[in-house]
């Protein structure tokens, strides 16, 4: 079955510091890979996905992600945050099929400290 | 343009009153899912509609949660006799494409808060 785990619950990080949120899957075939970005009282966002193809992905925000298939894992980054950047992250799963299912990590609340 | 909107954004329940919760999509969007976010998790899915045709309602937790969209536009999540486990975020999200294959990109509401007491 899919799964995502998301070990940090909660990072703190300093404004223009780098980041990056830790994400791994368990998928039997290639997986669809997903980071969305909720703030609060907003609803989720996308700020990017993997299908195929270049293993690093751009997305907005100044977003990007590498798939490492070795390690099952798609773990998101930012050279230097910004004090909007703080909000809850959220990596998921997903499969090219009929089924419609996106599978959703626990998050990683991420705080930015001035 | 206009997003994926929802309401009510916050209700509150009795237990075992019934509730009903809307989505709008994005006119024109095919797709529409439903998502519950309990407290300090991710979304979880629970149905998916096709215009009018619900195709998977496998994530519904009992018989108590039922959804429709009977023009294929907007879409109302019902939950009969509310229990304390319902509360929740839901959340919906609309796709501009006629499958329910997940590498579409699904465009989320703000959800509904429901708290049930």
């Known amino acids: 079955a899919q799964s995502v785990t998301q070990p940090d619950i909660h990072i703190t990080v300093s404004e223009g510091a780098s980041l990056e949120l830790r994400c791994n899957y368990s998928?039997?075939?290639?997986?669809?890979l997903f980071w969305y970005v909720q703030s609060p009282g907003q609803g989720l966002q996308l700020l990017l996905k993997y299908f195929s193809g270049d293993t690093l992905v751009q997305g907005i925000k100044g977003f990007e992600a590498e798939f490492k298939r070795s390690q099952s894992s798609f773990n998101l980054r930012k050279p230097s945050v910004h004090w909007s950047d703080a909000a809850e992250y959220f990596c998921?799963?997903?499969?090219?099929?009929?089924?419609?299912?996106?599978?959703f990590g626990s998050g990683t609340r991420l705080s930015i400290r001035p | 343009g206009a997003g994926v909107s929802q309401s009510p954004r916050y209700k509150v329940a009795k237990r075992g009153q019934d509730v009903a919760l809307r989505c709008d999509p994005i006119?024109?969007?095919?797709?529409l899912f439903w998502y519950q976010q309990a407290l300090g998790q991710g979304p979880e899915f629970l149905t998916y509609?096709?215009?009018?045709?619900?195709?998977?309602k496998s994530g519904l937790p009992s018989d108590r949660f039922f959804a429709e969209r009977p023009e294929g536009s907007v879409s109302t999540l019902k939950i009969q006799r509310t229990q304390q486990e319902d509360s929740a975020v839901y959340l919906c999200?609309?796709?501009?494409?006629?499958?329910?294959?997940?590498?579409?990109?699904?465009?989320f509401g703000p959800g509904t808060r429901l708290t049930v007491l």
């Open positions: 006119s024109g969007h095919v797709s």
């Open positions: 998928y039997g075939a290639t997986p669809y």
């Open positions: 998921a799963v997903g499969r090219y099929s009929s089924a419609s299912k996106i599978i």
């Open positions: 509609f096709q215009n009018e045709a619900q195709l998977d």
């Open positions: 999200a609309s796709s501009p494409t006629p499958s329910g294959y997940s590498t579409d990109t699904q465009y």
